[in-house]
């Protein structure tokens, strides 16, 4: 049967085990488990020569979005690596951290061939949406922008409704007003309305945040998300509606029942976390400058069991992001070329991990 013909729960069962190994062979860090051989088992690449790869999404039948975040292209690629541009995304503002930055497909794909986008122009972040080769319709605008954290992640949640990461576009009181659509995590319906029950009638779901970058659901419904901190503490935390996760009062833990402590806390230098994927009972979180997969295991109640895993420590240089494929395999797209890493001949690359074995 066709993955995508499954449900959810399947969907995760079916690459449960591919975590299961790859946890297995975790990577020496400070904070997580050593695998003395850092070896990661089967990996392909399956496309090279790509600018600074942002977001990837699956399209019904197995092929995948993906957006270039310097050259405002949206991508596609095939399973056997076949990459063609679908269209440039017109008044993307390219520089520094911004860009054409996230994508989504429509649950709906097959009945209404909409996706969506967020990208930065010279006035503001915004998240439009369109069909393939038709100009985008933008259903939100105003999210500030600057030169660093514009956050940009989109998803669908398991409830219909796309959520949207936004970073404090390094104005740190924005986080705390609820005002702003900055420093938060967005829920809305496909037209950019806030979506019912969101906890302040408006736009925002959680608020207190630096800089989202990941956000994904477990099999129980459960939000998951990964946050860039400053200097101190990266962030991976479990969502939920109306909390306050503390930026800038508070990076990393806190004993302030007025904000919600992180599920795990790594240094940046090992971390530096972008996109997520759940995928069985583990996070797999993708790592900038730590230039790894971490594996943080569920315990089937909205926490962690078990100290995370590091896998593919600087294997591939730096991650961008990471999503569980119709296949139960992992693709992940490198960032070599963004102007922080040390890109050689083939970087970028979307590179696909089938199964994996520990030595």
């Known amino acids: 049967m066709p993955m995508f013909g499954m449900n959810l729960g399947a969907r995760l069962a079916a690459v449960a085990c591919l975590l299961a190994a790859l946890t297995s062979c975790g990577a020496g860090s400070d904070t997580g488990a050593a695998d003395p051989a850092d070896s990661a088992g089967q990996a392909t690449t399956l496309a090279t020569g790509l600018k600074t790869p942002w977001s990837l999404a699956f399209l ?3 092929d995948a979005l993906f957006t270039e975040r310097d050259t405002s292209r949206l991508r596609k690629v095939d399973g056997s690596g076949t990459v063609s541009t679908v269209q440039t995304i017109p008044g993307v503002n390219e520089g520094g951290e911004g860009g054409l930055l996230g994508v989504a497909v429509s649950p709906k794909y097959q009945q209404d061939r909409t996706v969506f ?7 503001d972040n915004r998240i439009a949406k369109l069909r393939l080769g038709e100009r985008p319709q933008p259903i939100l605008t105003g999210i500030p922008a600057a030169n660093i954290h514009n956050g940009g992640r989109l998803a669908f949640g398991p409830d219909g409704y ?22 938060k995590i967005l829920r809305m319906t496909a037209n950019g309305a806030p979506a019912p029950g969101n906890p302040f009638g408006s736009l925002v779901y959680s608020y207190g945040h630096r800089n989202v970058q990941g956000l994904a659901w477990d099999s129980a419904e459960r939000l998951y998300a990964s946050e860039f901190g400053q ?17 800038p009062e508070v990076e990393g833990r806190s004993d302030d029942p007025r904000y919600v402590s992180p599920l795990v806390t790594w240094r940046p230098a090992e971390a530096s976390p972008s996109g997520i ?6 996070v797999a979180v993708a790592c900038l400058r730590g230039e790894r997969l971490w594996l943080v295991a ?8 078990g100290e995370p895993r590091a896998a593919l420590n600087g294997r591939f240089g730096r991650l961008r992001d990471v999503v569980a494929a119709p296949d139960g395999s992992l693709w992940v797209l490198t960032s070599e070329t963004d102007g922080r890493g040390s890109p050689n001949g083939e970087d970028d690359r979307i590179v696909r991990f089938g199964q994996v074995r520990s030595n």
């Open 277 to 282: 994927a759940v995928t069985g009972n583990t």
């Open 60 to 62: 019904p039948g197995g």
């Open 298 to 305: 569920l315990d089937g109640n909205g926490g962690i069991s």
């Open 231 to 247: 200097n101190d503490f990266d962030e991976l935390n479990r969502i939920e509606p109306g909390r306050n996760y503390g930026w």
């Open 117 to 123: 986008v967020y990208y930065t122009t010279v006035s």
């Open 162 to 183: 796309l959520y949207a990461g936004t970073g404090d576009g390094g104005e740190r009181p924005r986080s705390q007003d609820l005002g702003s659509l900055a420093g």
